[in-house]
């Protein structure tokens, strides 16, 4: 089976902190992502590598940033934590192009 | 007009019925279309993959392409309560690796 993990399931940050979330994929698998999930907007890519040092920018990058130093790892990173980024982040990895997505468990950020 | 559209439900059907959970999609060039089940307060769970026309049919669940029409149809028969969750419809658009979701059919299966 495809294992997704994330470093946190909860995490409650302060407005201005760097906060950083880890994603660790055990399949080999080339893709990696990251989203949000909100309620009633669904869920919005922020972004994706397709390699290692690869990245490319989603939906709403503004206020992210992310690190793929190694293929099973893919970390978000927000540089200053501000209240409307409190969400459910969601990770997942993929096979290949146009292939399915394996999600982590989510880690629900919540920055007061 | 939005990449991937869903009706947000709510979708109640008895238990034992057949679930029609259905997906338009706006770019004609898309080539992978994907089914997530999503328990509240879970993360999304793959249920189907289709990539042609026509139907696929996995246990109880059978998802059907149309890409003339650009929508792709998920069937559950022989619902049952724990069928019960929101059901996420996910199209790749363009070509390459971004996929979009749309934003869930919330699904009840009453016993």
């Known amino acids: 089976d495809v294992k997704v993990t994330q470093s946190s399931r909860y995490l409650v940050k302060r407005t201005g902190e760097k906060v950083f979330l880890e994603c660790v994929q055990d399949?080999?698998?080339?893709?990696m992502f990251w989203y949000r999930q909100d309620p009633g907007l669904g869920l919005r890519l922020i972004y994706f590598s397709y390699d290692v040092k690869m990245k490319e920018k989603g939906d709403i990058p503004e206020g992210y940033s992310v690190s793929r130093e190694k293929k099973e790892r893919f970390s978000l990173i927000l540089e200053s934590a501000s209240t409307n980024q409190t969400s459910m982040y969601l990770c997942a990895s993929s096979p290949g192009t146009l292939r399915e997505q394996y999600f982590g468990p989510g880690t629900r950020l919540t920055v007061t | 007009q939005k990449e991937v559209e869903q009706n947000s439900g709510p979708l109640s059907v008895p238990e034992g019925a057949i679930a029609s959970l259905n997906c338009t999609y706006s770019?004609?060039?898309?080539?992978?279309f994907f089914w997530y089940r999503q328990y509240s307060g879970k993360s999304p769970e793959l249920i189907m993959s289709i990539y042609s026309n026509g139907d696929k049919e996995d246990g109880r669940f059978t998802a059907q392409l149309n890409k003339a029409s650009q929508y792709v149809s998920l069937l559950i028969r022989d619902s049952q309560p724990s069928d019960s969750a929101t059901y996420l419809c996910?199209?790749?658009?363009?070509?390459?690796?971004?996929?979009?979701f749309g934003t869930g059919t919330s699904l009840t299966v009453i016993p």
């Open positions: 770019d004609r060039v898309s080539q992978s």
């Open positions: 996910a199209v790749n658009i363009r070509t390459g690796n971004q996929f979009y």
């Open positions: 399949m080999d698998h080339e893709n």
